[in-house]
């Protein structure tokens, strides 16, 4: 088996485990994928996490089984424990999940079998109302977060960071239901989400360039930059209500 136009960084980690995979599915396996940030620009080489999606043609517990003592070693190589669906679930839930549907179908690469993704029907009344949901809960989750940092910088940082980072594929939903095709690139995507919306999105660009770079600001702009971001959500779950 072969991985085309995928950095090389990831293909020989990524080789491996699609062999594994395909040995132990056998005529069970639908198709496989590699997902996530790996198939964008925004991947960080020895950081990110190496995502992939499993499709079965009916869930079988002994390939999980089979699989499962596997996850150790590739974990090493940062190879996240997979996403395991059938193509019926995957009908099935697209009312439930538009966002995660969404941005499967907006950042995957067919590793082997057919496309499952590219050309699923997400219904926009679905997905503004996942939107609706998952910003007003991250304004919650973000105000316990920051409670529960105690005033410490590292614990903040990293709340802030998951915060956004699940805030995103939100995002691509947002431009979405705005009737705009979502970039997949974050930049871009903060670009476009800020002229669609006319919210600031200068906390957004700093949380994003903070990650980039690796680096947690000091404890005085840490506070700034989570009054910023919170103000952001905050502004994002009024426009989604007036959606």
């Known amino acids: 088996m072969t991985i085309p136009s995928i950095r090389p960084e990831i293909a020989d980690r990524l080789l491996p485990f699609c062999q594994a995979v395909q040995e132990t599915a056998g005529e069970r396996l639908h198709s496989l994928y590699l997902s996530g940030s790996a198939v964008t620009p925004d991947y960080l080489p020895g950081i990110s996490d190496i995502n992939t999606v499993i499709v079965l043609r009916e869930i079988d517990l002994k390939f999980l089984q089979r699989l499962a003592p596997l996850g150790k070693k590739f974990a090493r190589q940062k190879i996240a424990a997979p996403l395991i669906i059938t193509p019926d679930y995957c009908e099935n839930s697209l009312d439930v999940f538009p966002i995660e549907f969404l941005d499967l179908q907006l950042r995957h690469q067919v590793l082997a079998g057919s496309d499952l993704f590219t050309d699923l029907e997400i219904d926009d009344a679905d997905l503004r109302l996942q939107c609706e949901r998952e910003i007003k809960a991250r304004v919650i989750t973000l105000r316990q977060d920051y409670l529960a940092a105690t005033g410490q910088r590292l614990p903040l940082a ?63 702009e840490l506070n700034l930059i989570f009054a910023n971001f919170y103000r952001t959500l905050e502004r994002l779950g009024k426009l989604v209500d007036a959606c």
């Open 158 to 220: 990293v709340a802030i960071n998951r915060a956004f980072a699940s805030l995103m594929p939100v995002c691509r939903g947002l431009v979405r239901i705005l009737h705009r095709q979502p970039p997949v690139p974050i930049t871009e995507l903060l670009t476009t989400l800020a002229d669609l919306t006319g919210i600031d999105d200068t906390a957004l660009v700093d949380i994003f360039t903070c990650r980039q770079r690796q680096t947690t600001p000091e404890m005085g």
